[in-house]
């Protein structure tokens, strides 16, 4: 089976639940939608657990891009010994108090080889995936395509306009776009007419959601 989740942020004992949930095997694949690192206590745990299992494919979220770009100039400090700038230092402080905090810490708890693994395993999140299930087309990404246009192809479109909810009715009429990033109102999984929103608000005390992709079942943790 095909699975989708979004929007994890560092809740690794959710996960871990949710995986046992859905009896999740080395023949399904599961993708996620983004933002995997920050706030939660794990994020990091949760990083090197999702990089060791080859069937999970995760897709760039904002909060991963950050994490990818302070994690990486830390840890050259961390090498060379030097202090930061103030313009990174401003940037890290900023990072740091809007949920980069839990991620650093677990990142400087790693020994230099996981630290470099870690980074490199940020550096190489996709920014959508395309994907056919249960006889339909699927389009994965973090947040919605801004600017869209349904004869663009998704490579020429910039990294931010997958971080970004355009105002548009609808996307595709014969794909139906998956997105996170968004909390939806219900708590549960939004359906409209060539779309689905998969984010419940687990960051902020609500429930991690899963959707297999053949069936349409939804599972809450």
Excluded at 63 to 74: E, I, N, Q, T, Y
Excluded at 188 to 213: F, H, Q, W, Y
Aim: hydrophobic fraction near 45%; charged fraction near 25%; charge should be negative.
């Amino acid at each position: 089976m095909t699975y989708v989740m979004a929007n994890l942020h560092g809740e690794l004992a959710k996960f871990q639940a949710m995986l046992a949930k859905i009896n999740f095997s080395k023949k399904d694949i599961l993708y996620v939608l983004g933002d995997v690192a920050d706030y939660g206590a794990d994020a990091a745990a949760l990083l090197t657990d999702i990089s060791m299992r080859e069937n999970v494919y995760p897709i760039a979220g904002e909060h991963d891009l950050l994490a990818l770009r302070m994690l990486s100039g830390f840890d050259k400090m961390l090498k060379s010994g030097s202090m930061p700038d103030a313009e990174f230092a401003a940037e890290m402080t900023a990072w740091a108090q809007d949920g980069g905090a839990a991620t650093l810490e677990g990142f400087r708890a790693l020994d230099e080889d996981m630290r470099e693994g870690l980074l490199d395993y940020l550096s190489e999140f996709s920014l959508f995936e395309e994907v056919e299930a249960g006889g339909q087309a699927f389009v994965l990404v973090h947040a919605g395509i801004n600017g869209f246009d349904a004869a663009q192809p998704l490579d020429e479109y910039e990294p931010e306009d997958f971080f970004t909810v355009p105002h548009i009715e609808r996307y595709y009429s014969d794909r139906t776009v998956v997105v996170g990033h968004l909390p939806t109102k219900s708590g549960k999984i939004e359906r409209a007419e060539g779309l689905i929103r998969i984010d419940c608000g687990v960051k902020d005390g609500g429930a991690l959601a899963c959707l297999c992709l053949e069936t349409g079942e939804e599972y809450y943790i």
